[in-house]
């Protein structure tokens, strides 16, 4: 994709990376230690929404919801997300789907709904911090400098299923192929050659660097790089007013119809403050 050329090399001192990304019952630890309230529990502040109706100003998260029909994927008016995704009141990583929801059976599984400070706040408490892009994807490739998949050039080989995405026609259809229609537990898919596992689908995951569409060209310009830590600043010309940082891997809404940016040469991009159903992290340390 436009934003992930050029190809370029850059290196990369040691680092110790999770297998996996951060569970609920990890995260549940580090909020029952300090009291750490996140930002979809909290109401949103009337200053930073002007206009915005008191009734709307109410603490929440977005959820994805898949529309009863199928729906066109793409629109003339780039709103056709908007018949899958809604901000719920009351969503957040204790209440996935909304406030009726709750983590019962769901300890191993991603912890979602964070936002970039909730990560890097959970980050400083467990004594690490949240990998650079570069880092990540060092990580996600696992040797395989080229590779389109964290594990080959191949999708499923020999019929395995190696990565939690979307089965059957999104956004309605989901066939659960592999065993799961949503988020699946940690650690569920094989490793790749550094044991590291769901580098590619289940959850996107946020990484430190500030988004900019232009950063793969810029540091193409400089030569190799070693231990690149992103631009200083934000700018996606899709939303000028957005602070984004950058996320990677893709998760389980990801398809070829769609999103395929399980491709580990793919970059995504979020807004710093708001949380989802199918955004976590996983966190790295120095040796």
Known sequence: MRDARPVHRVRVSGFWMDIHEVTNDEFGEFVEATGYVTV???SP?????????????????IVFTPPREQVPVRDASGTA??????????????HPS?????????????????????AKAYAAWAGKRLPSEAEWECAARGGLAGATYPWGDEFRPGGTWMANTWQGRFPAEHTAED???????????PANAYGIHDMS?????????WYRPDTYERDAARGIVDDPRGPADSHDPAEPGQIKRVQRGGSFLCSDQYC????????????????TNHIGFRCVKAP
């Open 260 to 275: 395929s940016r399980y491709i580990v040469g793919t970059r995504g991009k979020g807004e710093v403050s708001s949380a």
């Open 45 to 61: 502040q009337a200053e930073d929404f002007p206009g915005a109706p008191p009734e709307n100003l109410v603490a929440g998260s």
């Open 179 to 189: 065993g799961y229609a949503g988020i699946a537990p940690v650690g569920r898919y």
């Open 201 to 209: 689908g289940n959850v996107w995951e946020w990484c430190s660097d």
């Open 40 to 42: 979809a529990e909290q």
């Open 81 to 94: 997300h908007l018949r899958w995704w809604a901000y719920v009141p009351g969503a957040s990583w204790r």
């Open 98 to 118: 909304g406030p009726a929801s709750d983590l019962e059976g769901r300890g191993d599984e991603p912890v979602v709904h964070v936002a970039y400070e909730d």
